[in-house]
């Protein structure tokens, strides 16, 4: 497996709206979309910035994964998503190499596109999403 290209960085805010306007006023950037993805207790806004995008993440609960996040580290980088072709072969992969994964299969994410997680613990520190776009 070789990621393609980083698809996205996912950063954890605590207000949405308050920092889509840095993002927009200060950085420059376009917000072209808001999507709210449920299981996930999220609320999420998207910049695209060269190929790669940003992706805001608010928690819609006190008790969702963002909300837990921000209250250990503050807000900031959340995760790294690689795009892939072929996630399920990728995982697989990851598997045998030793890497925990969070998601064994892929599931829904926002934009439509296959996502799975992989644990920090064995990615060196850093949250990883595989990602694919099907179809
Ligand atoms: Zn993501």
């Known amino acids: 497996m070789t990621p393609t290209h980083i698809e996205h960085i996912g950063i954890a805010v605590k207000d949405l709206q308050e920092s889509i306007k840095y993002y927009e006023n200060v950085l420059g950037l376009k917000c072209y979309a808001v999507e709210e993805v449920k299981d996930q207790k999220v609320k999420t806004a998207f910049f695209m910035i060269g190929q790669t995008k940003l992706e805001l993440l608010e928690s819609t609960s006190e008790d969702g994964p963002i909300a837990k996040f921000i209250e250990k580290k503050g807000e900031g980088v959340h995760h790294l998503a690689f795009a892939v072709n072929g996630i399920e ?10 890497i925990q994964l969070i998601d064994k299969t892929p599931r829904k994410g926002a934009e439509g596109l296959d996502i799975a997680f992989l644990h920090p613990k064995s990615t060196k520190g850093v949250l990883t999403e595989l990602c694919e776009k099907k179809g």
């Not at 072969?89 to 030793?98: F, S």
Request: glycine share 10%; aromatic share 0%; proline share 0%.
């Open 89 to 98: 072969n990728a995982l697989k992969q990851m598997e045998e190499n030793g």
